[in-house]
């Protein structure tokens, strides 16, 4: 098998046939000439397949040490996806502290047709045990989450849905492919947003599903064909960009993110620092089992816990760019209650941990001693 840094150069990177062209083309194409009726090259439309596209899943089924790879148009479009795989009356058990997003598609989007979601904290196993019954189809993972960086024991998870007969599915946007591969834990499908680590340079929105099952692959490409999210080629081609250098980005991301939590942590204005790195974050045995580093995602609250002063440092950083979204080169600070996680009620929020105050940061890939220069001005 090829080592990770080879793979994330070459995985489904062949020779364009018609030309040679080392680089996959964008095929811009909507439709593909055929022969005679149904005698074609195996692509018909491009909402079913597209070339860009075909090579991109091969190369997201290798770097997840999966056997099949499929793109969505977003994240969430990969998670609406898998979704549709259940019916009305199944449940699924999911955790409490997970992206927004994907709290919003199941509460409001799902629910009504039927669905039932459990939230239950998935960083003890045995809550994912209690919260089983017959009718349960899927456990939804997010490890580490966001934005409290909570992390569950995929391979206890999996053993305890595959006793159940269910599926689990392993949103891995915060660790990247790079850091922990979850079908290596027992996971059936792990979840990307591509739009973080994968693209890598916050100018693409796209999803990702990867796999082993055959049989699950076909019922996820007739949901892809069929409800159409797909990611157009040229959002394919950047992704499939951003892949190549995804092992570098990594190592960058991890060193920064433990130069400035190890920072915040010593700093007298900070309060609590979130990070599965310190020996003492409470599932950091975990972590540094299924894990191979940490990663560049943290969050922290202050001191002073008053919304005044998170606003404060959220507006006076110059290199930490004020926005949604993470896992791009440069370096992003998020107000989760006010932002990403605003779609969930606040005292639910509350109840999880999730703190009006806390700051997130995407730690980028620039000079670590700048961002701490940054971050130190912010704070003061
Ligand atoms: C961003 C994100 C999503 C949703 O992905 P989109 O590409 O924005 O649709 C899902 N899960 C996590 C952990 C995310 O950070």
Not at 312 to 330: I, N
């Amino acid at each position: 098998m090829m080592k990770k840094a080879t793979t994330y150069i070459h995985a489904g990177m062949e020779p364009d046939p018609s030309t040679g062209a080392i680089m996959t083309p964008i095929y811009q194409t909507s439709t593909y000439v055929q022969e005679a009726p149904a005698t074609h090259k195996g692509y018909e439309y491009a909402r079913s397949q597209n070339p860009t596209r075909t090579a991109l899943e091969s190369a997201l089924a290798a770097i997840e040490n999966g056997k099949f790879g499929l793109a969505f148009s977003s994240g969430v479009a990969a998670t609406d996806a898998v979704i549709k795989l259940l019916e009305p009356g199944d449940e699924v058990i999911c955790a409490n502290d997970m992206y927004g997003g994907t709290y919003r598609l199941f509460t409001k989007v799902f629910e009504k047709f039927g669905i039932q979601f459990k939230f239950t904290d998935t960083t003890n196993a045995e809550n994912v045990k209690a919260a089983l019954s017959a009718k349960t189809k899927l456990i939804w993972l997010e490890t580490p989450t966001n934005p409290l960086m909570n992390i569950s024991d995929i391979a206890a998870i999996a053993a305890i849905s595959k006793a159940a007969g269910c599926l689990l599915c392993v949103d891995n946007t915060f660790a990247s492919p790079a850091l922990q591969n979850p079908l290596d834990l027992g996971a059936d499908l792990v979840m990307h947003s591509a739009t973080k680590y994968l693209s890598g340079h916050s100018d693409v929105i796209q999803g990702a599903l990867v796999m082993n099952s055959s049989d699950l692959r076909e019922k996820l490409y007739f949901i892809q064909k069929s409800c159409g999210a797909v990611p157009g080629p040229m959002d394919c081609f950047l992704v499939l960009r951003g892949i190549k250098t995804l092992g570098l980005r990594m190592k960058a991301h991890c060193e920064n993110g433990k130069a400035i939590a190890s920072w915040l942590r010593n700093h007298p204005k900070v309060g609590k620092v979130y990070w599965p790195g310190f020996e003492d974050h409470p599932n950091h045995t975990i972590a540094k089992k299924q894990m191979s580093d940490f990663g560049g995602m943290l969050s922290f609250e202050l001191k002073n816990d008053s919304m005044e002063a998170a606003k404060k440092v959220l507006s006076s950083t110059h290199l930490f760019s004020l926005a949604e979204s993470l896992g791009g080169v440069e370096s992003l600070i998020n107000h989760p209650s006010s932002m990403t996680h605003a779609s969930i009620p606040r005292a639910e929020r509350i109840r999880n941990g999730l703190q009006d105050g806390l700051i997130r940061l995407s730690v980028g890939i620039e000079d670590a001693d700048d961002l701490i220069e940054d971050l130190e001005h912010a704070i003061g």
